[in-house]
């Protein structure tokens, strides 16, 4: 069983950064990537950002430009840097591991708004 534990919501103004943490822990095995997905209300969960043991990274193109994702690979951590955040950002973030045992974390909460 792997457990994810995500760390770094809260809320900030347009334009404002935020720093998202995940980091794992149980049975990981080898992983394939680590990323982040996000699901605001009423819409369907999308990817914002992914990383490759190998540390390839793929964005959505929604944040391109906007956000960085970085990993740990002997932590099995991994982060999002959010910079120059819009309300349309405004979601549960989730964190999502592949490997043997694909998870997802519970959820933060991120909320851009004035």
């Known amino acids: 069983q792997v457990r994810l534990v995500e760390s770094g919501g809260g809320l900030v103004q347009p334009g404002g950064s935020l720093r998202l943490s995940c980091a794992a822990s149980?049975?990981?095995?080898?992983?394939?990537?680590m990323g982040w997905y996000r699901q605001a209300p009423g819409k369907q969960r999308e990817l914002v950002a992914t990383?490759?043991?190998?540390?390839?990274?793929n964005y959505a193109d929604s944040v391109k430009g906007r956000v960085t994702i970085s990993r740990d690979n002997a932590e099995n951590t991994v982060s999002l840097q959010m910079n120059s955040l819009k309300p349309e950002d405004t979601a549960v973030y989730y964190c999502?591991?592949?490997?043997?045992?694909?998870?997802w974390g519970q959820g933060v909460q991120v909320t851009v708004s004035s």
């Open positions: 999502r591991l592949v490997g043997p045992f694909p998870s």
């Open positions: 149980g049975s990981i095995g080898r992983i394939n990537f």
């Open positions: 990383i490759t043991s190998g540390c390839s990274t």
